[in-house]
């Protein structure tokens, strides 16, 4: 079964610094995708950023970046040039390519942005 | 499109009444999941439906909860003779059953049973 760790319950980081939060997979899969979500508080999760396995390069949205280590099985996310909105939990999702379509997520990572 | 759309947004009940949810997803998605969320954890894995079908259901759903899509529209999440441990945040989401990928959540409905 697949399985999603994230070992970094709580983070923070000065407004403009950089921050890294990483994530840890488990699957026998070869094609699959995964995903870096944000939940501010009270309110909905929303995607951040998705990584499709068979891509070797890394996916990159504005500020947001991965790397993604498919032998390591790490999905680690970059988020340059912090912002107070950037304040959130983060989760790592995983979803395979094929057969079972749910999405695993990790326990989360809360990220707090220092003014 | 307003995206996915959950009713009620709160309910408070009693321990042993039942409840049901209500989920409306982007129109266009095939795909529609069930999570449970509690404080400071991970959405955890309900169900979900392709259409009409529910494909899966997490072994850890008890016979109190159930699921419906009727004509792959919206579905409804049922939990009989609620206890105290069903208090959390039931979140749906759905998805294009193509790319692309993701899943988009609704604002989920809080459960609270006194």
């Known amino acids: 079964a ?3 760790t ?3 319950p709580e983070m ?3 407004e403009a610094e950089t921050v890294t939060l990483s994530c840890t997979y488990d ?6 995708y995964l995903f870096w979500y944000k939940q501010p508080p ?3 999760m929303i995607l951040v950023i998705r990584q499709e396995a068979y891509k070797q390069q890394n996916a990159t949205e504005n500020r947001f970046s991965v790397n993604f280590q498919k032998a390591a099985k790490s999905f680690s996310l970059k988020i340059s040039d912090s912002q107070l909105g950037d304040t959130a939990m983060y989760f790592c999702a995983f979803r395979g390519f094929s057969g079972t379509y ?3 997520f990790g326990t989360g990572t809360r990220l707090k942005v220092l003014a | 499109d307003t995206g996915v759309s959950q009713n009620p947004r709160h309910k408070i009940t009693k321990r042993g009444q039942n409840v049901t949810f209500r989920c409306d997803p982007i129109s266009e998605h095939n795909r529609l999941y069930w999570y449970r969320q ?3 954890q991970g959405p955890e894995f309900l169900t979900y439906f392709q259409n ?3 494909l899966e259901k997490s072994r850890l759903l008890s016979d109190r909860f159930s699921a419906e899509r009727p004509k792959g529209s919206f579905s409804t999440l049922e939990i009989q003779r609620t206890e105290q441990g069903d208090s959390a945040m039931y979140l749906c989401a759905s998805s294009l059953g193509q790319a692309p990928t993701e899943a988009f959540f609704g604002q989920g409905t809080r459960l609270t049973v006194v």
């Open chain 1, 2 to 4: 697949q399985t999603v």
């Open chain 1, 42 to 44: 009270s309110r909905q």
């Open chain 1, 6 to 8: 994230q070992s970094q």
């Open chain 1, 102 to 104: 749910k999405y695993i």
């Open chain 2, 52 to 54: 009409e079908a529910q």
């Open chain 1, 12 to 14: 923070s980081v000065q």
């Open chain 1, 27 to 32: 699957t026998s899969e070869n094609n699959y």
């Open chain 2, 38 to 40: 509690t404080l400071g």
